[in-house]
């Protein structure tokens, strides 16, 4: 009995360090996320064209073709956005107060279409 309860223990720290692996994974999903959602929100206060926006998501997804559709590769895929958008021009043509400015929005997330 003592050896099923060392075993069930062995076991559940197992589990739980995969529950705190996955919660640091969805935390840093989360982060770059936001990040991507934030770059969004200034390119449309820069009144960016939907065909310049489309080009950045088309090839954001062509340079991210892969067949595997695992974690990793969403995390990739929202990596390599995020820096396609930073990459944009309307926003390299800003000056850095705007950009922050941009980023203490009240609701950063708030994106109409």
Known sequence: ELQQKVEE???L???LQMLETERVRLSLVEEKLMDVL???QQLRDLNISKRALGKILLSTLESC???QHGKAHLFEVLDTLYHELTACELLQSQPLEKAQSRQSL???LVISC
Do not use: Y
């Open 38 to 40: 934030q770059l969004l």
């Open 65 to 67: 073709r892969d067949p």
């Open 106 to 108: 009240p609701n950063p």
């Open 13 to 15: 720290k197992v589990e």
């Open 9 to 11: 223990t062995e076991m």
